[in-house]
């Protein structure tokens, strides 16, 4: 299934509601009539924290992890009390798997090949949406511009 992909970056910065969240720049995806907001996690340090501490997601709010390198890549939950679906990204833009995650698990949730980007979303959205494994989506790659590359292991200190 293809679907095109658009990424505008907001600009906005609205004060975070919850004082485990920090003030991230964000994307909109736009896949044929479904739109998503991520944050966009491209450091070290954001990457580990992602999601952690989180209470809530507003309906279609999810986290875009930019790796810049293409890896095999891990995700887990520690510290983080929503369920949540990663799908792990191609540089190409094709999702090569996803998977399901657990709150506060530390279960390693890995790409089956080497990907450059992770998107999480609430567990399920993916199914809802449609999306599935060799879904291609337009727009991700050039969000690696200029970024260097990034550590296997996300969130592992």
Known sequence: ???GLGLGLGHGVA???DPHELLLKSVTL???TVSAKAEVADTPALQQRGL???QALE???????VFG???????WMKNTPLALSVAFIDLQGRIV???PMEPFTETSHCARRPVAYALEMEKGWFRKKGWGWETWLKGFPGLTTALPPRSKNPRRA
């Open 69 to 75: 390198k293409p890896e095999r890549y891990c995700m």
């Open 52 to 54: 952690m501490f989180r």
């Open 1 to 3: 299934m293809g679907l």
């Open 15 to 17: 004060l975070a509601k």
């Open 59 to 65: 309906e279609n709010h999810g986290m875009v992890f």
């Open 30 to 32: 736009r896949i044929n």
């Open 97 to 99: 798997n996803i998977e």
